[in-house]
């Protein structure tokens, strides 16, 4: 075997009997040591280096042994490791890994001298291994409180490995323990300089960065850790909850109203009027705005809830809001949201049946007043959600100071999303058919909320596996936009997720000069209405197109009074108009012999279905449209 030592600083200390630069010395010392029985070794000194030649070959390891002393040792049997090992030690002594075992296992048992006696053997037999310096450098550190020297073994364990992001942040967590920041902050951006995305070193930042009362680069630092840690492990559950201790303290020490101000600024520069905050307590949201050319006022107006923790956040939400308004107004996309008596009663007519039910279990409850409120609930939920998306993206893009307040107001916000999908009171309260939309568009959030904070709650949500399909189509559908503002799209993003979970029946989307104020409108349920919500409530309509079912009833009543030879006619001129195809999606088609009428999308494909199913039967097959079921229901009810 050879072994090769370079003639440095450590060098002499493993072996400090050598006289410093004397070739004697080195020869003698060497001669001594790595004489093995009658084996006599060769020592040669040359250029700064010494080479020892021994004429024997070097047992490593012997695995069935080894492996029975190392299971001793994690069991804490040192005694017996001792008993098995040492014997190995004298018979193989040109094994190091014995020897830094016996090391170890000596440290463990507090004979901390032995255990570096073993150890500078274990160096000697192999100037290369790793983990015998670590261990050297905790013992100094340690037992002997030299951190002089300890630094010594460390800094060399690290010149043989430069690149071994291990060895640096083994390192580091000895002198994490011993509050020992300053060094340990050194060893872990070497750690870093090789590896940018193991976790452990990371949170070592994040401890050392705590202690100096960097709190931004505390938060910063668990945030990387959690985010490239792929396992949810302990240490990433303990990362977790570090980087929501640093989120709370930053809440509640820094003022970040300067950001919200310039930001302020920002957008007053680029419309005409100004924009006001006040906190408010009678808002039954965390915080809305309210522009003030819908309010006719002169002046932008956002209202927050006082009692949040996280009012940064929710006002600057809010200012993203304008900012999109007023880049969909410069682009001429801009839109409302209304809901009109037709669209009210259409909701009545859908979760009729719960609403009986609920007025029967309490007599004392505005039944009225409870639909509104499910019903703008649902619509405010389909309207924001896909431009929240883009707002909180936006947010944690732009404004870094602002994560840690984006971080807790989202986590409440989930915490209420997870309660509105899995409480029993909820379910008692609320139609199934609300819950899964509400569930469905609360998961995308979630879906965010993981993808920007590396934080899953996805499964917290027991969806079924149809509702996590469609969440995970539209975080899809909003992820492929690759866009940092909407430009306008995000209506059509509302559009198109309205159609997808069959509530686009329950508002409209209109151009801003068009706007209904949805509030005037009053809320009337005529007794044809009531009939058939109560025909609805009696039938299977689960996994059926609610929407078509309530227009294939209005094309039917619409027909009763036709000749079947006129039906036929405006059969032949629908189906030309679908030659050129008709979108669900879009609205504003005609019929020249239904006058004075504009059709959606789905009521012209309901009016289709209708007219082919009294006047050409025969060739209503061919029409491929997957509408029997809907036209089976609506077919039952009385006309």
């Known amino acids: 075997m050879e072994l090769i030592h370079r003639l440095d600083d450590f060098f002499y200390s493993i ?32 250029n700064g280096f010494v080479t020892v030649k021994i004429n024997i070959e070097s047992i490593e390891t012997l695995e069935k042994d080894y492996k029975k002393i190392v299971t001793l040792c994690e069991k804490g049997k040192f005694e017996e490791a001792e008993k098995l090992l040492s014997p190995l030690v004298e018979v193989y002594p040109t094994n190091s890994d014995f020897h830094r075992l016996l090391g170890q296992i000596y440290s463990e048992q507090g004979k901390q001298e032995l255990a570096i006696d073993s150890l500078i053997n274990a160096l000697r037999w192999n100037p290369n291994n790793a983990y015998a310096l670590i261990m050297m450098g905790n013992i100094y550190l340690r037992f002997k409180d030299d951190p002089n020297i300890a630094m010594k073994y460390f800094n060399q364990a690290l010149i043989l490995n430069p690149g071994d992001y291990l060895t640096a942040n083994n390192i580091s967590a000895t002198l994490l323990q011993l509050n020992r920041f300053d060094e340990a902050e050194f060893y872990l951006k070497k750690a870093l300089e090789s590896n940018s995305e193991f976790p452990n070193t990371h949170y070592g930042l994040g401890v050392v960065r705590e202690k100096n009362g960097d709190r931004y680069g505390a938060f910063n630092s668990f945030y990387n850790s959690v985010k490239f840690n792929p ?25 970040i109203d300067d950001l919200i101000q310039k930001y302020k600024k920002e957008l007053e520069s680029k419309q005409p009027l100004p924009i006001h905050i006040e906190a408010s307590t009678s808002i039954p949201y965390n915080a809305k ?9 002169e002046f932008h107006l956002i209202k927050f809830q006082p009692s ?63 639909l509104r409120k499910l019903h703008d609930g649902l619509v405010s939920q389909i309207f924001n959600a896909p431009i929240d998306l883009f707002i909180e993206r936006y947010l944690f893009e732009r404004f870094e100071k602002l994560r840690p307040f984006q971080l807790f107001s989202l986590y409440s916000m989930m915490k209420e999303y997870i309660e509105a999908s899995t409480s029993k009171k909820v379910q008692e309260f609320a139609p199934q058919f609300v819950i899964s939309k509400n569930r469905i568009l609360n998961l995308v959030s979630a879906m965010q909320f993981r993808e920007l904070f590396h ?54 989307l ?8 949805p509030i005037s409108t009053e809320n009337k349920v005529s007794n044809e209405d009531v009939e058939m919500a109560q025909f ?26 036709l000749s079947k030879e006129e039906i036929k006619n405006i059969a032949i001129e629908i189906a030309t108009i679908g030659t050129n ?59």
């Open 15 to 46: 072996f400090p009997n050598i006289n410093k630069g004397n070739e004697k010395s080195i020869i003698q010392v060497l001669s001594d040591f790595y004489r093995v029985g009658v084996y006599e070794p060769e020592i040669i000194v040359s």
């Open 231 to 255: 396992k949810n492990d302990d240490r990433k559950k303990q990362c977790i909850h570090k980087l929501f201790e640093i989120a709370e303290q930053i809440i509640l020490s820094e003022d």
């Open 289 to 297: 705005i309210e522009y003030g050319e819908l309010y006719n006022r």
């Open 308 to 370: 949040k923790q996280t009012v940064a956040h929710l006002v600057l939400h809010e200012l993203v809001h304008l900012e999109f308004a007023i880049d969909a107004r410069t682009n001429g996309k801009y839109k409302l949201i209304t809901s009109d008596i037709e669209n009210q009663n259409a909701f009545k007519i859908q979760i009729h049946g719960f609403l009986t039910e609920l007025e029967k279990k309490n007599k004392s409850i505005d039944t009225n007043v409870y």
């Open 455 to 508: 934080i899953d709650y996805v499964n917290d949500f027991n969806s079924n596996a149809s509702e996590l399909k469609t969440a995970i189509d539209f975080y899809d559908e909003f992820t492929n936009l690759n866009k940092q503002k909407p430009e306008g799209e995000e209506y059509e993003i509302i559009e198109k997720w309205a159609k997808r979970l069959q509530i686009d029946y329950l508002f409209n």
């Open 510 to 517: 209109v151009d801003e000069e068009y706007h209904i104020d």
């Open 536 to 561: 609805l409530q009696s039938q299977e309509i689960i996994g059926t197109n609610h929407a078509v079912i309530l227009h294939m009833i209005g094309a039917r009543k619409y027909f009763y009074t």
């Open 581 to 639: 195809g008709i979108s669900p999606d879009k609205s504003g088609y005609t019929v020249t012999k239904i006058p004075g009428k504009s059709f959606s999308g789905y009521e012209l494909l309901s009016y289709y279905y209708v007219s082919f199913a009294i006047a050409l039967p025969e060739l209503l097959p061919k029409l491929g449209l997957p509408f029997k079921d809907e036209f089976v229901i609506a077919s039952k009810f009385p006309i």
